[in-house]
C-alpha cells in the first residue's frame, strides 16, 4: 500500500506568511495527488487535484507542486480564513490513502 | 446544487448492527463514484471504499474490506455504509463524499456521521 506523510505536522505562521506544506508518497504516484483543507466542524474541501490544478472557486493564493514521491501546497500571504488543517490524498489507483494532515495554527 | 445529506449520530453498544445512510440530489446518482471516508479522534482521514451506484461495483480499503459494508440503491439515490456487528473502534465520525467526474478527488461532501460505540 502507498504510504503519504506530511511534514510538519503542525505549523504556526502569521498573517501574510508564505508557508509551504510537504508530502511524501513511499512510491511514485506521477502526479495522482490531491490536498483538501478542513476546518473544525466541517468536512474537508477539494483544493487541488492532480498536484497543481487548482479545483475551481479555490483562492489562487493556494498553489500545489511535484510529482514521483514528493509534493508540496503552498500558500502565499496567509489570511485568517487559510488557518485549517490540511491533507494530502493519493489516487494512484482505487485506494485513496490520505497523509496524517498538517495543521496550521496562528502564531 | 449537488447535495449529500447524512443520516444522524449514532450511539450503539459493541456487537450491535449499524446502517448509515448518504442520500444524494443534484446530479444523476449512477453516473459518479461515491464513498466513505472516517475521520478518527485522533482527526486522521481514513478511505473506507467506494461504489459506483450504476453497477453496484464497490472497491474497499484493504483495511476496511470485510469489516463494513458499502451498498446503494438507485430507486431512492442513496449509498449505505453498515456493520453487522460494532466495536468500540469504529466509534469516529463518518463522511460520504462524491468523486468528480474524472475521480481525481472527493469534490461533494456530506456533514458527517458521528458514530459513538460504548458499553
Known amino acids: 500500500d502507498i504510504q503519504l506523510t506530511q511534514s510538519p505536522s503542525t505549523l504556526s505562521a502569521s498573517l501574510r506568511d508564505r508557508v509551504t506544506i510537504t508530502c511524501r508518497a513511499s512510491?511514485?504516484?506521477?502526479?495522482?495527488l490531491a490536498w483538501y483543507q478542513q476546518k473544525p466542524g466541517k468536512a474537508p474541501k477539494l483544493l487541488i487535484y492532480?498536484?497543481?490544478t487548482l479545483q475551481s472557486g479555490v483562492s489562487s493564493r493556494f498553489s500545489g507542486s511535484g510529482s514521483g514521491t514528493e509534493f508540496t501546497l503552498t500558500i502565499s500571504s496567509l489570511q485568517p480564513d487559510d488557518f485549517a488543517t490540511y491533507y494530502c490524498?493519493?489516487?494512484?489507483?482505487?485506494?485513496?490513502?490520505f497523509g496524517q494532515g498538517t495543521k496550521l495554527e496562528i502564531k | 446544487e449537488v447535495q449529500l445529506v447524512q443520516s444522524g449520530a449514532e450511539v450503539k453498544k459493541p456487537g450491535e448492527s449499524l446502517n448509515l445512510s448518504c442520500k444524494v440530489s443534484?446530479?444523476?446518482?449512477?453516473?459518479?463514484?461515491i464513498g466513505w471516508v472516517r475521520q478518527t479522534p485522533e482527526k486522521r482521514l481514513e478511505w473506507l471504499g467506494i461504489?459506483?451506484?450504476?453497477?453496484?461495483?464497490?472497491r474497499y480499503s484493504p483495511s476496511f474490506e470485510g469489516q463494513v459494508t458499502i451498498s446503494a440503491d438507485e430507486s431512492i439515490d442513496t449509498a449505505y455504509l453498515q456493520w453487522s456487528s460494532l466495536k468500540a473502534s469504529d466509534s469516529a465520525m463518518y463522511y460520504c463524499?462524491?468523486?468528480?467526474?474524472?475521480?481525481?478527488?472527493?469534490?461533494?461532501w456530506g456533514r458527517g456521521t458521528l458514530v459513538t460505540v460504548s458499553s
Open positions: 463524499a462524491r468523486y468528480d467526474s474524472r475521480g481525481y478527488g472527493f469534490e461533494y
Open positions: 443534484g446530479y444523476v446518482f449512477s453516473s459518479r463514484w
Open positions: 461504489i459506483w451506484p450504476g453497477d453496484s461495483d464497490t
Open positions: 512510491q511514485s504516484i506521477n502526479d495522482w
Open positions: 492532480k498536484a497543481s
Open positions: 490524498q493519493q489516487y494512484n489507483n482505487f485506494f485513496r490513502a
